[in-house]
């Protein structure tokens, strides 16, 4: 019986006292909104809360069009009132609307494509874009507009237009979502209200 005991201790004095703890994931933390009388243990997640995406797979001006769908990954945890609802790596969806191409005198192409929805906790969660410009050192400018369900332009000066993967994109949540924590889910969107009586 000693033996065994022994060679534990052995083992325990070999590993290191204290192994650095794996780097945490970054995190968009929320302040939670009081919740509904008719789901009182809900937790709120709030219109507009950010949403930081990233495009997977580049979308260019060659191969797509009009409906087409892409794929971006959430590249940050969302949580609200210490609870996660939204975590990195959950899919997100855009579509393209419309492809320009490029025109003479180096006039740039374009891609314009809008935002859906994330993949979370079993719902899909609406999302829009905001109004944005941003370069980079390769001249690729990305322009995003905070319309309907967020419309999104990418222009390549001189080129086709693309939207790159790794692309950075900010969106936002559409509209008020409720999360249930003892489930771990989101609660299904209820019917749209009726109109009111003139």
């Known amino acids: 019986m000693m033996l065994p005991i022994a060679a534990a201790l052995l083992l325990a004095q070999a590993s290191p006292a ?17 919740a509904p009388a008719d789901h009182p243990g809900a937790i709120v997640l709030p219109k507009q809360t950010l949403v930081r ?3 997977l797979n580049e979308v260019n001006g060659h191969q797509a069009k009009p409906g087409t769908r892409f ?3 959430v590249d940050e945890n969302v949580v609200v ?3 996660l609802v939204i975590p990195v790596g959950a899919t997100a969806w855009g579509e ?3 492809v320009t191409d490029n025109k003479a005198l180096g ?11 994330v993949e979370a906790n079993g719902e899909r969660v609406p999302l829009i874009g905001e109004e944005q ?4 050192p390769g001249g690729d400018k990305v322009a ?6 967020g419309p999104f332009a990418l222009l390549t000066k001189g080129n086709v237009g693309k939207l790159k993967a790794g692309f950075i994109f900010n969106g936002y949540v559409a509209a008020d979502c409720l999360f249930d924590p003892a489930a771990g889910k989101f609660l299904p969107a209820g019917p749209a209200p009726a109109p009111s009586a003139p």
């Open 18 to 34: 204290s192994a650095a703890p794996p780097p945490a994931a970054p995190q968009l933390v929320v302040a939670a909104p009081a």
């Open 53 to 55: 995406l990233m495009v």
């Open 71 to 73: 794929v971006l990954r």
């Open 81 to 83: 009132g210490g609870t």
């Open 96 to 98: 393209v609307t419309q």
């Open 107 to 117: 006039k740039p192409g374009s891609v314009a494509a809008r935002l859906l929805y």
């Open 133 to 136: 410009s941003r370069a980079n």
């Open 144 to 149: 995003m507009a905070s319309a309907a369900f």
